[in-house]
């Protein structure tokens, strides 16, 4: 270690019995946190080291910034803080098991998991959302090991302390014995003051430069000494930031360490780049050559980090250093980076793509993210609505009040306390008429928990309001359906579509501030400009925000679009008469028109003042039979004995363009409890096209849930249990989810089959065979418009015959569900040689209880022909397995890319329950048999384990001469 200021300290030690107390302190601390920061690789595996020799380190940088005549200078009190804070620094590091184990439950390390989760650059956000308190202990049993589980848990338990070490660094230097275990004296032979003033210093290492200012610049030190914590915090920053060279990671460490993060590898990076290193009391040099992207801009940060410290340090070294005679820092010389092999362009950082916040709305608007400027006014009475129910939750969790009203779920009287309490005002009049256009002011008033100031620092950057943790963690505690949609962040910035400024008056519920904010449009001169003034006269303002804006429209536009459901646009089309009118509001009248469609569905109520006349929309959607399962709200609409229909999705209230389909029953679908960012395009009008199948699912899931429980409400509707279980029935085969069936009314609905037979789907079921003749109209049936009917049904003979593209709910869980369960057997024949002249081909498989797979002759043919066609598009086709040829059957997850046999005879659904086959030959040609990587590769995807190679073999041989014989007569 550095060896000059510890023998000034002893020097004055020696000369005065007064300070012998601090050399005595110094020697115990030298040899007891020396061992104490050994456990420190503990909980930072994966870090450079921080033991001794780093404190040593920054001790022996200081000794050259200051040189041994400012050495010398310096109170015997100063150089103890010196040895001391340099030791003690980092000692937060070192942490015990039971702290680890009582922070894991604690508010402190959920909070700091939640700003990793909502944080997407983090280098550990995808652990930190897989073990979230909710999904921790299914993330474990997913794991590829145990052992993974412990390195990720490790690593998220680094970052949470890493953040919260110096604070904790103070806390130990304070009473180390009570935190660490640490048995460094603490006793009336040194203040207790002291140890107060050495965990400031030590902890401010880790601190802004402001923090540092607020330290004292003088306090009494032992006997006749003065200390100046300011100063030696100051001198602690510079030799931490300045321990930068390449001995400060250990290759055994690293290797037990495991997997480095990204952090690591580039802090390792920086310093395995130092070559040229000069640091005396004149002049700071250093010069890094990195091999690495991430070396280069961590070295980059770090040199900038030095520079910005040593600027600060020097405007205020008046106020920093205890004797002018000690002279000034160092001159910052040459901090010189190279990446070798690559080109820098402004010599100073890695290039890379940025996007140009200025462009940011037209991008929006040019790449359609709002089909018009007026949905963004949706956007704000989303803004207002997610307040005033954050406000809403806030006032009934927190308050002690005894008027406080139930929010666990909606209902008619929570609509009612909504309505009554909270409701958002909507003002939109003339401000100014001119020749060719009209000036009209939007206000838009709500009783939120309005801005405070930490909140408005979300407003400057678009995106970011996804950080505001505070806001998380609130949210986090409320039910699904009253969580506020708080989506992208760019909900308020894209009114700057309609107008170049914003007005904001607004109060905060939680500190009661109030403020006038002006935002103008980043696009334009205004340049993205924030204007905030406190309101003095605040206890006159209530709680919640009021924004305006005033937007221009032409009197007559050139053209413009409108919804048929827009009657006042098509009230004023049809009053408008070219000879007489000189105005025609169509942009504003949009705009009432995207109010009233948003508080249609918003569960918080609206009043519109529109020239004076005021619109009250409370229809509301929180009612008494209000259900919810996994996060999704479910309402039956409607119901049908045959038909399908697209439910509508909501999101938080407000009907997305993307619905999904249902046969026999309609219902609406509320999307509570999904982040919009994970699930919605950022316009929010449509699921994004990654999440609709996931999505899909629950919503499905959800479906099933309501009908299973709410038995009285589907009756109530029309859905009987025979419409309940063909609902089931068609989710188990779109989503093949057993558990959809286990709960079904009925394991045969009895639904009609054909009107005009008055046949029924229980009926045929009990038939002891069915024969289903699917049929394809003929080229002259199609000229003649003489289409074949959807269904015909013959008792007798107990056929169907139903023709191609046949849409109806109950012929597809019959056929694809019904028939397979109750008649395993199939017998396929195949024919494009009909008497009927309206019929080109007939597919007719016949279903029989046996089970047994048959084909005849003219399917062998048939397979023939498609080998020879040229339609093939892979090398092998895949066909149902014939009982004959059983040993030939596959799993058939083994099947990847392949052409399937059925798919060429109109459809594959109807048999799908089948075991499949792979044929012998490749397209083209069928007279060249392949068997031998053929063989091998059948009887490792075998569906039988007890076949064999040779009766695979066998079985490939009786099947081709079956199907030579049939094919190639001789």
């Known amino acids: 270690m550095g060896s000059l200021i510890r023998n000034r300290l002893e020097e004055l030690c020696s000369k005065d019995p007064g300070l012998n107390v601090l050399w005595a302190q110094w020697i115990f601390d030298e040899k007891l946190v020396s061992k104490a920061l050994q456990n420190i690789s503990q909980t930072f595996p994966h870090y450079s080291i921080h033991d001794d020799s780093h404190s040593n380190q920054i001790i022996t940088n200081i000794e050259r910034l200051l040189g041994e005549e400012n050495i010398c200078l310096l109170s015997a009190t100063d150089l103890w803080l010196i040895l001391e804070s340099a030791y003690y620094h980092d000692i937060g590091m070192v942490v015990p098991f039971d702290e680890i184990e009582a922070d894991w439950e604690s508010d402190g390390f959920q909070e700091f998991i939640r700003e990793v989760q909502v944080d997407d650059s983090h ?8 073990y979230s308190d909710k999904k921790f202990v299914d993330s474990m049993k997913a794991a590829s090991s145990l052992v993974t589980v412990c390195y990720e848990v490790k690593l998220l338990q680094a970052e949470f302390y890493r953040k919260k070490h110096a604070s904790r660094s103070e806390v130990i230097a304070i009473n180390p014995f009570k935190e660490i275990s640490l048995t460094s004296p603490r006793n009336e032979l040194l203040p207790a003051r002291l140890f107060k003033i050495l965990g400031k210093v030590s902890s401010h290492h880790g601190l802004s430069f402001e923090d540092v200012m607020k330290l004292p610049k003088m306090q009494v030190g032992v006997g006749n000494d003065e200390m100046h914590p300011r100063y030696i915090a100051c001198l602690l920053r510079l030799g931490d930031l300045l321990d930068l060279d390449n001995n400060r990671f250990c290759p055994v460490m690293q290797r037990t360490a495991g997997c480095l993060p990204k952090s690591t590898k580039a802090h390792m990076d920086k310093h395995m780049a130092i070559e040229e290193f000069v640091l005396n009391t004149n002049r700071i040099d250093v010069f890094a050559n990195c091999e690495t992207y991430e070396g280069y801009n961590a070295t980059a940060s770090w040199f900038q980090y030095l520079k910005e410290e040593i600027s600060k340090q020097m405007m205020n070294w008046d106020e920093i250093v205890p004797n002018k005679k000690m ?30 916040s200025e462009k940011m709305l037209d991008l929006m608007q040019g790449a359609g993210l709002y089909k018009d400027s007026f949905q963004s006014i949706r956007e704000l009475l989303q803004n207002a609505v997610d307040a005033t129910l954050l406000r809403i939750w806030c006032e009934n969790s927190l308050s002690q009040q005894s008027n406080t009203i139930d929010l666990t779920t909606p209902s008619e009287k929570t609509a009612h306390y ?30 939120g928990v309005g801005f405070d100031k930490g909140s408005i620092k979300y407003l400057q950057k678009m995106g970011s309001s996804s950080r505001n943790i505070q806001k998380h963690k609130l949210i986090d505690e409320m039910p699904s359906w009253l969580k506020p949609s708080g989506a992208f962040g760019i909900g308020l910035h894209s009114i700057f579509m309609l107008t170049d400024k914003i007005e904001l008056k607004t109060k905060g519920f939680f500190d009661e501030e109030a403020f006038e904010l002006v935002l103008e ?46 009657k006042r646009i098509i009230s004023e089309m049809e009053s408008f008469d070219l000879t007489k009118s000189n105005s025609l509001h169509i942009d504003t009248l949009n705009i009432i028109h995207e109010v009233k469609s948003f508080f249609k569905q918003s569960p918080v109520s609206g009043v519109l003042n529109f020239n004076n006349q005021e619109h009250i929309y409370d229809e509301g959607v929180l009612k ?25 999705i909501l999101f938080k209230g407000q009907k997305l363009e993307t619905s999904i389909e249902t046969a026999f029953l309609a219902f609406r679908f509320d999307l509570h409890d999904y982040k919009a960012t994970d699930i919605l395009e950022i316009n929010r009008n ?101 289409g074949l009917p959807w269904f015909e049904v013959d008792k007798d003979n107990k056929v169907i015959l139903t023709k191609l593209y046949t849409r109806s709910p109950v012929f597809n869980i019959f056929t694809e569900y019904l028939l397979p369960k109750h008649f395993p057997g199939v017998e396929l024949d195949y024919s494009d040689q009909i008497e009927n002249e309206m019929v080109d081909s007939e597919l007719s498989i016949t279903y029989r209880k046996s089970d047994t797979c048959i084909y005849n002759d003219s399917i062998y ?24 040829f059983k040993e030939l059957q596959v799993k058939k997850n083994s099947l990847t890319y392949a052409d399937y046999f059925e798919n060429f005879i109109h459809r594959s659904k109807y048999v799908s329950h089948r075991e499949r086959m792979v044929l012998p030959f490749t397209q083209g040609d069928d007279t060249k048999i392949q068997l031998e990587n053929l063989v091998e590769w059948v009887y490792e995807n075998r569906l039988d384990s007890n076949t064999t190679k040779e009766s695979i073999i066998a079985a490939y041989e009786r099947f081709m001469s079956k199907y030579n014989e049939i094919n190639y007569p001789k």
């Open 123 to 130: 280098e550990l956000n995808e652990i930190a959302v897989k």
């Open 327 to 356: 002279g000034l820092l160092p001159t910052v010389g040459n901090l010189d980076i190279k990446l070798k092999d690559y080109e820098i362009l402004d010599g100073n950082h890695v290039p890379r793509f940025e996007v140009d």
């Open 418 to 447: 909504i309505k009554t309490n909270y409701f958002i005002e909507v003002e939109i009049k003339l401000a100014e008429e001119r020749d060719e256009s009209v000036l009209w002011k939007v206000v838009i008033r709500d009783r």
């Open 521 to 566: 449009n980043p696009s334009n001169d205004g340049r993205g400009n924030i204007f905030i003034r406190n309101i003095d006269k605040k206890y006159s303002q209530q709680v919640g925000t009021e924004l305006s804006f005033t937007y221009q429209s032409p009197k007559v536009p050139g053209g413009f679009r409108y919804s048929a459901d827009n």
């Open 624 to 648: 008494d039979d209000f259900f919810e399962s996994g996060g999704i709200g479910v309402e039956l609409l409607n119901v049908s004995s045959d038909d399908e229909f697209q439910s509508p």
């Open 686 to 786: 449509k699921i994004k096209n990654k999440a609709q199948e996931r999505v899909f699912e629950d919503i499905y899931k959800a479906a099933v849930e309501f009908v299973l429980i709410n038995q009285e409400i589907c009756l109530s509707k029309g859905a009987s249990d025979d419409l309940v279980s063909a609902f089931l029935i068609n989710a188990h085969l779109e989503y093949k989810d057993q558990n959809f069936l286990s709960n079904a009314p009925k394991a045969v609905p009895d639904l009609t089959f054909s009107q005009e037979d008055d046949v029924k789907t229980a009926d045929i079921i009990s038939w002891d065979q069915v024969t289903l003749k699917y049929r394809k109209e003929s080229d002259q049936a199609k000229r003649e418009r003489q």
């Open 861 to 884: 043919r048939k397979i023939n022909e498609i080998c020879k066609s040229g339609y093939l598009r892979w090398a092998r086709m895949v066909c149902i397995c014939p009982t004959e």
